[in-house]
């Protein structure tokens, strides 16, 4: 059973989507609130499989909330819940998993309940080892040992193999961070790059660069040392 957190300023809508959400013997645990600032406090102190979002609230709207939840790794799957279409391309620009018009009807609900189910096995039968990833509207898995460098584009990042790009939805911090085992180094505020995929380091320049699968990447003065200390831990030594 999954734990879910409803969101909406008016009070018949959110007890009418509780109620519904209640007779779905897939759903547990259902958390209300009432604005965007109580929707994130909530995420705060509770764990939530998913989040169903009205667009238009006061202050927070449910689209705020979608990104703010972005940056978070492990984030909850959402699902928008609004009276108009208005903001659909973007609703899906943040990954939703579904997009619910109102008034809900129970059986549309019941199908969102169920992508979201199928969104969080995928997520927990995938090894950390591979990355999703969206090639024309379908889910593709590649494995990380393909990535040669990250590339930051804001709160997303796109992940560049020997043949192709692909952006996700994950900060380049948190790769950093969820990477650094398997052999990736913070070059530059924006890259991250592969060392085992690294064929030619020019260290002495005015500018340092790295070569990797046939792109140039420039390396700051801050994250300079750390790449010597590496290429160095890795040189090969002659016997004695």
Request: charged residues 25%.
């Amino acid at each position: 059973m999954i734990t879910v957190l409803i969101a909406d300023d008016e009070p018949p809508a959110l007890d009418e989507l509780a109620f519904l959400l209640g007779k779905d013997g897939r759903v547990g645990t259902i958390h209300r609130a009432s604005s965007g600032s109580e929707a994130l406090r909530i995420l705060d102190h509770e764990r939530v499989d998913a989040l169903f979002l009205d667009i238009h609230m006061p202050g927070l709207s449910g689209l705020d909330i979608a990104r703010a939840v972005s940056r978070a790794g492990n984030s909850p799957a959402v699902v928008f819940v609004t009276a108009d279409e208005e903001h659909a391309v973007k609703a899906f620009d943040l990954a939703a998993v579904d997009y619910l018009l109102k008034p809900v009807r129970a059986e549309r609900l019941a199908t969102s309940v169920g992508r979201v189910i199928e969104t969080m096995a995928i997520a927990e039968t995938v090894p950390a080892s591979v990355i999703t990833v969206d090639v024309g509207g379908v889910k593709k898995m590649i494995r990380r040992d393909e990535v040669r460098y990250v590339h930051a584009q804001g709160d997303y990042a796109r992940l560049h193999t020997e043949d192709a790009s692909h952006l996700i939805r994950v900060p380049l911090a948190e790769l950093e961070k969820q990477w650094a085992d398997a052999g990736f180094l913070r070059i530059h505020r924006s890259y991250l790059v592969s060392m085992s995929h690294v064929t030619k380091a020019n260290l002495g320049a005015a500018q340092p660069t790295i070569t990797t699968n046939g792109a140039e990447l420039p390396v700051s003065r801050r994250h300079l040392p750390a790449l010597r200390e590496k290429l160095e831990a890795t040189r090969i030594r002659p016997s004695t």
